[in-house]
Nanobody
Framework: QVQLVESGGGLVQAGDSLRLSCAASGRAFSVYIMGWFRQAPGKEREFVAAISRSGATTYYADSVKGRFTISRDNGKNTVYLQMNSLKPEDTAVYYC?????????????????WGQGTQVTVSS
């Protein structure tokens, strides 16, 4: 098993940047594909980005491509989400997730472990 704890959320203005972090503990972090999802009030959980075990391959939702960057530091057991040019529609609770699978996927059921989430609010 792996335990995930997100941090770095907050209230920012449109156009600002934020970096989310997700610290993992438990089983070896590097065996997991990692992903970020988000959920806005009244909406379903939405895929944001995923990264391979080594960090060499990434995958983004079209809505964040070019603005968000996912990365990981296996030595620190941490995955990051750098969010630039934030928009009000990026407002949501952001969740970190881990999958024991072998490929990058956007389906939330593919991910076995989840953090508690961190709130990101972007004002216009």
């Amino acid at each position: 098993q792996v335990q995930l704890v997100e941090s770095g959320g907050g209230l920012v203005q449109a156009g600002d940047s934020l970096r989310l972090s997700c610290a993992a503990s438990g089983r070896a972090f590097s065996v997991y594909i990692m992903g970020w999802f988000r959920q806005a009030p009244g909406k379903e959980r939405e895929f944001v980005a995923a990264i391979s075990r080594s960090g060499a391959t990434t995958y983004y939702a079209d809505s964040v491509k070019g603005r968000f960057t996912i990365s990981r530091d296996n030595g620190k057991n941490t995955v990051y989400l750098q969010m630039n040019s934030l928009k009000p529609e990026d407002t949501a609770v952001y969740y970190c997730a881990a999958s024991g699978g072998g490929v990058l996927r956007s389906t939330y059921t593919y991910y076995n472990y989840w953090g508690q989430g961190t709130q990101v609010t972007v004002s216009s």
